[in-house]
T-cell receptor
Framework: GAVVSQHPSWVICKSGTSVKIECRSL??????MFWYRQFPKQSLMLMAT?????????EQGVEKDKFLINHASLTLSTLTVTSAHPEDSSFYIC???????????FGPGTRLTVL | AQRVTQPEKLLSVFKGAPVELKCNYS??????LFWYVQYSRQRLQLLLR??SRESIKGFTADLNKGETSFHLKKPFAQEEDSAMYYC????????????FGTGTRLTVIP
């Protein structure tokens, strides 16, 4: 149990377009979901924390108007990269916490390439 | 796909005892691996990465290509080491799909 999926697994888009990435907890309800970004040769960087039904909490330096997060249900959170630019090219990874547990279950990641 | 597995969900050791958290990887190429730690009610933080070969908070991890392992070790566990530990692959250029370890909860018994 405790499987987290992400869709798409990879996406290539043109500069200026928006891209939506979905994160789903397949077999449990996730009270909290996290969005991370990983640049080449670097560690995971937390972008934001989202709780179902409330606004996401963004880390310092992460533009909330650029990275729109919606956590509309207990099994789905979406990250939309608006007006993407080549510097947004990265690996985006989500994780989900099951209610009452202090454990994160990670998705397989989404590789975004902006041309 | 780059996949790592952590066979132990729970691990308890006594304070002062050595601790080893196991991590195995199963992909070819040049793996780049990280250990992350999450203390209770805190966010995930990087503990160490294999290419740096440094020791953080007394923890070390060596990449063993023969055994395809990246076990995290500490010679003398402290109570403050109690936390969740995640072994994680790095997204190599051109690769998709990362499979993180499911985490090991370490409890250090006083």
């Amino acid at each position: 149990g405790a499987v987290v999926s992400q869709h798409p697994s990879w996406v290539i888009c043109k500069s200026g377009t928006s891209v939506k990435i979905e994160c789903r907890s397949l077999d449990f309800q996730a009270t909290t979901m996290f969005w991370y970004r990983q640049f080449p040769k670097q560690s995971l960087m937390l972008m934001a924390t989202s709780n179902e039904g409330s606004k996401a909490t963004y880390e310092q330096g992460v533009e909330k108007d650029k990275f729109l997060i919606n956590h509309a249900s207990l099994t789905l959170s979406t990250l939309t990269v608006t007006s993407a630019h080549p510097e947004d090219s990265s690996f985006y990874i989500c994780s989900a916490e099951r209610g009452g547990e202090d454990t994160q279950y990670f998705g397989p990641g989404t590789r975004l390439t902006v041309l | 796909a780059q996949r790592v597995t952590q066979p132990e969900k729970l691990l308890s050791v006594f304070k002062g005892a050595p601790v080893e958290l196991k991590c195995n990887y199963s992909y070819s190429g040049s793996p780049e691996l990280f250990w992350y730690v999450q203390y209770s009610r805190q966010r995930l933080q990087l503990l160490l990465r294999h290419i740096s070969r440094e020791s953080i908070k007394g923890f070390t991890a060596d990449l063993n290509k023969g055994e395809t392992s990246f076990h995290l070790k500490k010679p003398f566990a402290q109570e403050e080491d109690s936390a969740m530990y995640y072994c994680a692959p790095h997204a190599e250029t051109g690769a998709n799909n990362l499979f993180f370890g499911t985490g090991t909860r370490l409890t250090v018994i006083p």
